[in-house]
């Protein structure tokens, strides 16, 4: 991830950004048909997805109550350069 937009994969336009190792191998035409399928499918046990539901919401609520007590801390050093952005 970079700060600064200039620096940021495909700033020289959509050939950079295909040509990036990360997507060498990435089939443009099929991903634009909507026809390339998913590198990964997990199995699904759905009775299993429907019994974790409750909890699962429950971890995430208190995760995200704990990010906003300490909200301040987490961004202490971090700043918005508005003449960066513009660049």
């Given at each position: 991830?970079?700060?600064?937009?200039?620096?940021?994969?495909?700033?020289n336009?959509?050939?950079?950004?295909?040509?990036h190792?990360?997507f060498?191998?990435?089939?443009w035409?099929k991903?634009?048909?909507k026809?390339?399928?998913?590198?990964?499918?997990?199995?699904i046990?759905?009775g299993k997805?429907?019994?974790?539901?409750?909890?699962?919401?429950?971890?995430?609520?208190?995760?995200y109550?704990?990010?906003?007590?300490?909200e301040?801390?987490l961004f202490?050093?971090?700043?918005f350069?508005?003449e960066?952005n513009?660049?």
């Open positions: 991830m970079q700060r600064t937009p200039g620096s940021r994969l495909g700033v336009g959509i050939k950079e950004l295909k040509s190792y990360w060498q191998e990435t089939n035409e991903l634009v048909d026809s390339l399928s998913a590198p990964y499918k997990p199995a046990n759905k997805i429907q019994e974790n539901k409750s909890e699962e919401d429950a971890t995430t609520l208190k995760l109550e704990e990010i906003m007590k300490n301040n801390k202490k050093d971090y700043y350069d508005s960066v513009k660049r």
